[in-house]
């Protein structure tokens, strides 16, 4: 196992599917970060030289400048993307849009249906009563 940024990631696997493991980072993206940092589609996270591992490593910390038109512009990965997603519910939630109260009420925000699914969803997912503290 490679710990990168918090990440494990297994030996024996492609750096593109373990690149997913990464929160916002999916195939496609991975994809695209190996294409830029010159990692053939074949190689596997154990088998990377060491200038291969620093250079992804410092990729994913701080992506470099590139122009706004890239493909690789600004993303985020982890703990920044959690907190900008957090901070948008939270927008949502103080503007009190139709979107901020169902996230406030912990129901289908984008019109999914509520008959059965998210009813289900809902019971499944309650904390607070079977004695766990929230």
Same mark, same amino acid.
């Given at each position: 196992?490679? !710990?990168? %940024?918090?990440?494990?990631? #297994? *030996?024996?696997?492609?750096? &593109?599917?373990?690149?997913? $493991?990464? !929160?916002?980072? @999916? %195939? ?8 830029? %940092?010159?990692? +053939? *589609?074949?190689? &596997?996270? @154990?088998?990377? #030289?060491? +200038?291969?591992?620093?250079? %992804? ?6 992506? #470099? ?8 512009? *600004?993303?985020?990965?982890?703990? *920044? ?10 927008? +949502?939630?103080?503007?009190?849009? !139709?979107?901020? $109260?169902?996230? @406030? ?16 969803? $809902?019971?499944?997912? $309650? ?8």
């Amino acid at each position: 196992m490679v !710990y990168l %940024l918090g990440v494990n990631l #297994p *030996d024996n696997k492609l750096v &593109k599917i373990a690149l997913t $493991r990464f !929160y916002g980072i @999916g %195939l496609p993206t991975s994809e695209r970060i190996c294409a830029y %940092l010159s990692i +053939h *589609d074949k190689a &596997k996270i @154990g088998q990377l #030289p060491e +200038h291969q591992m620093t250079s %992804l490593s410092s990729f994913l910390s701080a992506p #470099p400048a590139l122009p706004t038109t890239h493909y690789l512009h *600004d993303f985020k990965i982890e703990a *920044d993307l959690r907190r900008e997603v957090r901070s948008n519910i939270e927008h +949502h939630r103080q503007i009190g849009s !139709y979107k901020g $109260r169902r996230h @406030g009420q912990g129901l289908p925000v984008r019109g999914q249906n509520t008959h059965s699914n998210a009813r289900t969803a $809902r019971r499944v997912n $309650r904390l607070g009563g079977r004695g766990f503290a929230t």
